[in-house]
């Protein structure tokens, strides 16, 4: 019964470096997100998904890319890491069918620390 | 653009002390709105809510909520909190727009300490 797993759970990186961080659900979820949370921000979504093969971007996406090549996996990649991206990454996906009311489900997170 | 605006940044209470989180919203039309919990090193969690029917809407934990759309405004209550409680609280809308993808505007949150 994992539901939404990200992997790594923890990560440090120096400024340049690149990253992906990978979600995978198991609830065959058309639907995925992925947000950061900072301090006194909430989250803030980054780029979703509805569907396999195709992403958009949310709120707040440079500095980000996302692949969706399967339906379970929904992968965040930073390409040259910046020390404004520390932060509390969380994955998360939802039902498509009557989706104004699904809510979200979401992973354990991912910290990121940016030196 | 919609927003969500929670103004209590940080709550403390004492057991059984009565709780009201406000949570309002900009978004003149139809709306989906829930409440997520973060316990302290955990994800977040659904706690409740609410897109038609009943504007009071009952959750787990104790937690219930009132959607009072004259106000746009879902405030969270729990009668009697207990230090369990402790958590910071999300209030999230979903206004339906950018052909009904689900996508969520969160809250800053609200931080809530339970005192023993």
């Known amino acids: 019964n994992a539901g939404v797993t990200q992997t790594p759970k923890f990560r440090v990186l120096k400024t340049g470096q690149s990253m992906t961080l990978l979600c995978a659900q198991d609830?065959?979820?058309?639907?995925m997100y992925w947000y950061r949370q900072d301090p006194g921000m909430g989250l803030r979504l980054i780029h979703y998904?509805?569907?396999?093969?195709?992403?958009a971007k949310g709120e707040v996406p440079d500095g980000y890319n996302v692949s969706r090549l399967k339906k379970q996996n929904f992968l965040l990649g930073l390409e040259s890491a910046a020390p404004s991206q520390t932060s509390v990454y969380f994955c998360?996906?939802?039902?498509?069918?009557?989706?104004?009311?699904?809510?979200?489900?979401f992973g354990d997170g991912t910290r990121l620390s940016i030196l | 653009a919609q927003s969500v605006s929670q103004h209590n940044h940080h709550v403390i209470l004492s057991e059984a002390a009565s709780l009201e989180l406000g949570c309002n919203y900009s978004?003149?039309?139809?709306?989906?709105l829930f409440w997520y919990v973060q316990y302290p090193g955990q994800h977040l969690q659904l706690l409740l809510k609410y897109f038609s029917g009943d504007p009071l809407v009952k959750g787990i934990k104790g937690f219930e909520a009132e959607f009072i759309k004259s106000k746009f405004s879902f405030n969270l209550r729990k009668p009697s909190v207990q230090w369990s409680d402790t958590a910071e609280y999300f209030c999230a809308v979903n206004a339906g727009y950018g052909g009904a993808t689900n996508k969520l505007i969160f809250g800053t949150g609200t931080l809530l300490a339970v005192q023993p």
């Open positions: 609830m065959n979820h058309e639907y």
């Open positions: 998360a996906s939802s039902a498509a069918k009557g989706s104004l009311n699904q809510p979200q489900h």
């Open positions: 978004y003149g039309g139809t709306v989906n």
């Open positions: 998904s509805v569907g396999e093969g195709t992403t």
